[in-house]
């Protein structure tokens, strides 16, 4: 083989090479990408939840006006709320704090707690939270890969020269009440 051709091959793989770290790189990306739109999918659904939720407690539990004003001003920033995943977070933990506070004093309303309406609502908003938190594992796995591409040699090589960033991870509460089960007898 002359030496030209031996030169030819070596930059072509080299170019292969870059070509394919280029290309896991933008798959990455975009993995994100679709995972946050997942993410943004749920949320949305909780917030379309959530006023006939208040609605519904409102009709039950007078006393607990500021709690549902709250719990609605918070729904409204949620929903403004386009930022970074870190400060979506901030706001969509104020939001859990407020729902998980509201399921505690609906325990106050028998009536309430009878009622078809809510137990419908809050099995909807159950259903919702455990998509939120599959859709968020998702999310949080795909930058992980996306994060792992940017950080490693090679490719943080090529994720530098192109700008291709970390990504953050989106750590929110879970509106499931966790409790130790009791043991009576």
């Known amino acids: 083989m002359s030496p030209p ?24 990306r975009n993995h994100c990408d679709e995972a946050w739109s997942n993410v943004d999918t749920e949320l949305k659904r909780r917030y379309d939840l959530i006023p006939n939720l208040v609605e519904c407690v409102r009709g039950y539990a007078k006393y607990e006006r ?45 009536n309430l707690k009878a009622s078809q309406n809510y137990l419908q609502l809050q099995e909807e908003l159950v259903n919702t939270e455990d998509r939120i938190q599959a859709a968020r594992r998702f999310y949080n796995g795909n930058v992980r ?30 509106t499931r009440q966790r409790q130790a089960p009791s043991a009576e007898l």
Request: aromatic share 8%; charged share 20%; with cysteine.
């Open 5 to 28: 051709l031996v030169i030819l091959v070596v930059l072509l793989v080299i170019a292969l090479a870059l070509a394919a770290m280029y290309n896991r790189l933008v798959r990455c």
């Open 66 to 110: 500021e709690l549902l004003e709250k719990l609605t001003r918070l729904r409204e920033e949620c929903v403004a709320n386009t930022g970074s995943p870190s400060s979506q977070a901030a706001s969509e933990n104020k939001l859990v704090r407020t729902l998980t506070a509201l399921y505690a004093r609906v325990e106050n309303y028998p």
């Open 145 to 174: 890969e996306n994060n792992n591409a940017v950080e490693m040699f090679p490719t943080n090589v090529i994720a530098s020269l192109f700008g291709f960033p970390r990504r953050e991870f989106f750590e929110i509460e879970d």
